[in-house]
Nanobody, 128 residues
């Protein structure tokens, strides 16, 4: 069974940090770009960051550039999102997703419709 499981969310004060993990089971992430998305109450799901299958290219939403870093460890079948200098507006449920497997690596995109496999999400709350 193909599954993505996010972890690492929680409650943090403004200016704090969290590291989210996205672990895959039932398939290897080697041929998949991975995206991180978030959805706040009453808002549409938005792309936060993505990383190509080899990790050679990354992309970030303007709102998180310089604060968030995406990385992957294919040996551990896991992708990470390091979030620093968190702001209240970062509060949302964060999801990771994998695009369809590709033999030829392409640049990743942060469009939800391009991703086939989704995790259940992890809540991130930034509040004092």
């Amino acid at each position: 069974q193909l599954q993505l499981v996010e972890s690492g969310g929680g409650l943090v004060q403004p200016g704090g940090s969290l590291r989210l993990s996205c672990a895959a089971s039932g398939f290897t992430l080697d041929y998949h770009a991975i995206g991180w998305f978030r959805q706040a109450p009453g808002k549409e799901r938005e792309g936060v960051s993505c990383i190509s299958s080899s990790g050679g290219s990354t992309n970030y939403a303007d709102s998180v550039k310089g604060r968030f870093t995406i990385s992957r460890d294919n040996a551990k079948n896991t992708v990470y999102l390091q979030m620093n200098s968190l702001k209240p507006e970062d509060t949302a449920v964060y999801y990771c997703a994998a695009d369809p497997p590709r033999i030829v690596e392409t640049m990743c995109v942060m469009t939800p419709s391009e991703y086939d496999y989704w995790g259940q999400g992890t809540q991130v709350t930034v509040s004092s």
